[in-house]
Structure formats: structure tokens, C-alpha cells
């Protein structure tokens, strides 16, 4: 690391001494390999300039002469100027580390694609280059730190739309259920298996699977289906899962028509396999099944790894014949038993059990939950609307949701490539969304611009000091990256009407960390020009000096059009 007294001495050495011979040709003792990752700002005094020190990596030659009076540094800087350095003696000809002392006025105040500082090791006696030459950039001196995404260019989007036959959507939803979407049953989707017993013990503390019965069966692994299950247990299973989801979905029951439709994967024949009703690879009704040992339920979700397990309808769900029985509801009002399950004859078709009070189980306890959602176009839009409005940059996107695909497209003008990249970030953990489809336009950005100012972001207030009356606004601010170097001035400038111009100075700790700006207006100058307080302004940034012309090369933010706004009084 090089210190500040190490810099100062080095800088302090200016006398330039002779060699007497030069020690060779450009390339032909030292080689500058690159920059090292330290970097630092020293301040002046009255006596000395501010200084950044920047490290250079450096290989030298077995031949090159070990005296550092026999080299001089060499700097071009950005507005052309030239100077020579004494070589540092601290860091002797043969160390792989040589600190460069480069003046901190020479590149601030500028865009970040102008600083460009040459480096060159020359001959002290004739200027001849014995190095290659080394130019440091932006990225080599200390700065404020911007959002490298704000020029992001993609792409934006995530995921892939369902679609086939079966289509599950990709991610888990509460509780570890998969949901496929139901061709045929407008905007449903049901869950692709039984809800398991710990399932159901997650949001029903009171259930047991146990309660009442007196069969001998071994049905109470968590993994195998709930049993015992009453209307009034699933429809508080449900309420459950609802809350504790977050997305903002609603789980229901499937109508008796929905869940035969999702039974049947969309079939006309009486199963999903055809008409006659044993199938025992894929229905676990009373009867052998290969991949169970004995008369049993089949835990609710098939192996993936295993061949020898129940084969899953064509809309990729398991067990909707046989296993345990499933609730739906009937349009004229109680609640019905559907699919039979493992001690059901089969029969086509099963028989349908119809029970009128939530607290009955029907014939035997062998009946669970499937949960089921229902998604339209403005449903789906609205609940990924909410999510985006937890980004200020994001409330004027359009949303549009299909359901049978399961995909939201946003389309609209955010202010920058971070807004798309947010809209991104903030949909991927919203499980029901298979696939993002990101049209979101970005306003083009000028070659120099530095910062995106955003929307008014918060009311406006008065206030006075003294007997001068300002009126300020808080502005959304957004840095870009790469920032101006440290010590770079920043200002704000303020277009009135006509011709007026009110401009003021950056705190230095602002610029890439601030995320709002209080732009401030001088009440008695508005007054003098005839304007009320809340007549709009422009607003832009500057780097350098405050300008008056806001198509100045210098101003390095969008301009923005403002109004004050103050709260309501209270009557």
C-alpha cells in the first residue's frame, strides 16, 4: 500500500537529475503490465495540489539499471498538457509496484469517457520511452459508486410460457404444492397432488387424521394423503394456505364439474385411460397395484426417480382416481365426494357421494383436499400490479396476464435499464408467474449523461430563513455508473420560465449515494418574475459549474419538468 508520507516525499522531489547515457529503446527494459487495485486521494495544502495515487504493475528487465535517477515518469493528460516526474526513490528500479502521482484538477470535473491519463517510463537524459505506455482510466481512480444496470442492455424477461398438455407450473407453491393449469376450466389451476397429512397440519394445528376411526390400515404417514378430512377441515386447510401464500391467491374447492374435467385430463371417456375402470398403474383403487406392498394409500406426490410408480394424467396429476377421495363442491349447494379411493370397487363410473353439512364425512374417512385457484387475465394483472408498486419506478407499467401460459407481459416507458431489471427481480419469487415477458422501453440516453432524474418524490414545503422564503422539492434521483471522479462538483440547476436560472451546489457525499435531491427555489425570485410557487420548473444536473444553458455538453442528467406540490391544510 503506498502511504501518504511515502507520497508526499515522492511528490516533494521535483529536482529532475541527468543520466549522462540513455539505457535503451521503448519496450526494451521495462514492461507496464497493468494497474494494481489500490488507489487513494491525497489532499493538498496551500503548498501542494490534491493528488490521486494510482499503482502501476511493472516488469523489468534483468539489463535495466537499478538507479532511479537514470528514469523520469512521463503523463499525458486528458486536455493535452504533458509533465515529467522524477522516478519515486522510495520505489527503486526492480520493485514490481511503482506508485504514479497524477494531479486530481487534471480530470475532474469530467465525464468518466474522457479521463484518460497516459503513463510512460522515458530516459531522464534524452525523454526517450524505455516502457510501453500505460493510459489509466475511470475505472483506476477513486469515485462515487453508481448503479452499474442503469445502462443495462438485457435481456429483460425471465422464464418460459407454459405449454402442452400438461402445464405445471415450474415453481412450488405454498406448502410445497404444484399447480398445473386445467384446459378447459376457465383460468383454473389444481394443485397436481392430494394434500398430504403435514400439509394439512401446517395450517390446521387441530386435525387428526386419526380421530374417530377404527380401521386397522397404516395411513398416517406425513406423505400420504390427509384422510379424515371434512368439509369444514378442508375449507379451513384452505383459508389457511390462502394466508400464508402471500401472493394473494385465493384457494377454493373445485366445483364438481371443474374437478372432472381436471380428473378426466380433458378426456370424453369415463377415466383419463379410457372406459374401463381398473388401471391399476395408474389408479389405486381396491385391488393389487405394482408399486404398492398392500392395501394402502400411495403417498400423494410419485417418486420421480422411480419407474415403478402410478402414471400421472395427461394434465401431469396424480392419483385423481382411487387413492383417497377428493371434496368439490355442487353448484346447488353441500359439498360431494369424488374419485373413490383405495377401498373403493372399481366401477365405472365411481360413485358420487353427496354430504349437505361441512362437518360430515360421508360414508368412511377416507376423503381428502385437492386445492384449486382460479386465475383470469384481471385477476393475474391486478395481484402483479400490487407487486410492482412496491417500486415507485414501476407505477405507470401495464400488465397484461395469461392464464394459459401463465405469463405476464409489461409493456409502458420506465426511466431506466435498473427499472426493467427491478420489474425482473421484483416478479421472479411470484410463483404462479411461469414466464416474464419484459417490452418495457427505456427513455434513450445521451452519450454524457450520468444521472436519471426521477419523479417529484414527495409533497413540496415552505420554509424561510431570515427574510428569504424558499420553497423545496424532493426529486427521485438515479446514478449512473461509472461516476466522475472524487472531488468532482456537482450542481443543481434550475430553469424558470423566460430566462431565469437558480443554481446550487452538491453536498460532496450526495452524488451515487443519495436517492432523493431537495431542489430549492428561491420564493422572493419567483415572486419578482410574476410566478406563484407552484409554477412548474426544469430541472438538470452539471458537473464542472452551474450552467445556465441547459443543452451544455456539461449537463449530465436528463431534463426534468417539475411542480411543487404542498399538502392539503387539514380544516
Do not use: C
Amino acid at each position: 500500500m503506498v502511504t501518504r508520507s511515502v507520497i508526499k516525499s515522492s511528490w516533494m522531489v521535483v529536482v529532475l537529475l541527468g543520466l549522462g547515457t540513455g539505457v535503451g529503446q521503448a519496450g526494451d527494459l521495462v514492461r507496464l503490465s497493468g494497474w494494481a487495485d489500490e488507489s487513494s486521494l491525497m489532499r493538498g495544502s496551500s503548498l501542494l495540489n490534491d493528488l490521486f495515487t494510482v499503482v502501476a504493475e511493472v516488469e523489468w528487465d534483468k539489463s535495466a539499471p537499478r538507479d532511479s535517477a537514470r528514469y523520469l515518469i512521463r503523463l499525458a493528460y486528458p486536455d493535452g498538457r504533458v509533465e515529467t516526474r522524477t522516478f519515486p526513490v522510495e520505489y527503486p528500479p526492480g520493485r514490481r509496484r511503482v506508485p504514479i502521482y497524477v494531479r486530481a484538477e487534471s480530470i475532474r470535473d469530467l465525464v468518466p469517457s474522457a479521463v484518460k491519463v497516459a503513463v510512460t517510463i522515458v530516459d531522464a537524459t534524452s525523454g526517450t520511452p524505455v516502457s510501453n505506455t500505460l493510459s489509466a482510466g475511470i475505472d483506476q481512480f477513486p469515485r462515487a459508486k453508481g448503479d452499474p444496470t442503469g445502462n443495462d442492455p438485457g435481456p429483460f424477461g425471465s422464464g418460459k410460457p407454459l405449454e402442452g398438455e400438461s402445464r405445471i407450473l415450474p415453481k412450488d407453491g405454498p406448502g410445497g404444492l404444484r399447480f398445473a393449469r386445467i384446459s378447459g376450466a376457465p383460468g383454473l389451476y389444481l394443485a397436481t397432488t392430494e394434500a398430504t397429512i403435514a400439509q394439512v397440519l401446517e395450517q390446521v394445528k387441530t386435525y387428526d387424521p386419526k380421530a374417530g376411526r377404527s380401521d386397522e390400515f397404516s395411513l398416517e404417514d406425513p406423505l400420504q394423503p390427509a384422510i379424515n378430512v371434512t368439509p369444514a377441515i378442508a375449507v379451513a386447510y384452505l383459508k389457511g394456505l390462502t394466508q400464508a401464500d402471500g401472493s394473494g391467491l385465493t384457494y377454493r374447492l373445485p366445483t364438481v364439474e371443474e374437478w372432472t374435467i381436471a380428473a378426466k385430463g380433458g378426456k370424453t371417456t369415463t377415466f383419463w385411460w379410457g372406459d374401463e375402470p381398473t388401471f391399476p398403474a395408474g389408479a389405486n383403487l381396491l385391488g393389487p397395484e405394482p408399486v404398492l406392498a398392500g392395501d394402502v394409500t400411495a403417498p400423494s406426490r410419485p417418486s420421480e426417480s422411480s419407474p415403478q410408480t402410478f402414471q400421472l394424467n395427461p394434465f401431469g396429476l396424480a392419483h385423481t382416481f382411487g387413492n383417497v377421495a377428493e371434496w368439490a363442491t355442487d353448484p346447488a349447494g353441500g359439498f360431494v365426494r369424488m374419485g373413490g379411493h383405495f377401498r373403493t370397487e372399481p366401477a365405472a363410473p365411481l360413485p358420487v357421494v353427496k354430504v349437505e353439512k361441512a362437518e360430515e364425512l360421508g360414508p368412511d374417512p377416507f376423503v381428502g383436499v385437492r386445492p384449486a385457484f382460479v386465475l383470469t387475465p384481471e385477476s393475474g394483472s391486478a395481484l402483479i400490479r400490487q407487486k410492482l408498486a412496491t417500486d415507485p419506478a414501476l407505477g405507470a407499467v401495464v400488465v397484461h396476464f395469461d392464464p394459459d401460459t401463465a405469463t405476464a407481459t409489461l409493456t409502458g416507458s420506465v426511466a431506466d435499464a435498473t427499472a426493467r431489471r427491478s420489474a425482473d427481480r421484483i416478479l421472479d419469487p411470484v410463483w404462479f408467474v411461469a414466464s416474464v415477458d419484459n417490452k418495457l422501453t427505456t427513455s434513450t440516453l445521451s452519450p454524457n449523461q450520468l444521472v436519471v432524474l426521477g419523479p417529484v418524490a414527495g409533497a413540496s414545503r415552505k420554509y424561510a430563513i431570515l427574510d428569504r422564503s424558499f420553497v423545496e422539492i424532493p426529486l427521485a434521483v438515479h446514478w449512473l455508473d461509472p461516476l466522475p471522479v472524487a472531488g468532482t462538483s456537482w450542481w443543481i440547476n434550475i430553469y424558470l420560465p423566460g430566462s431565469g436560472h437558480l443554481a446550487s451546489k452538491l453536498d460532496p457525499g450526495e452524488p451515487g449515494r443519495a436517492s432523493k435531491l431537495m431542489v430549492t427555489i428561491d420564493r422572493s425570485r419567483l415572486a419578482r418574475l410574476g410566478l406563484a410557487d407552484d409554477t412548474p420548473v426544469k430541472v438538470a444536473l452539471s458537473i464542472g459549474s452551474a450552467l445556465a444553458d441547459p443543452g451544455d455538453s456539461r449537463v449530465v442528467s436528463n431534463l426534468i419538468e417539475v411542480r411543487p406540490t404542498f399538502p392539503a391544510r387539514s380544516r
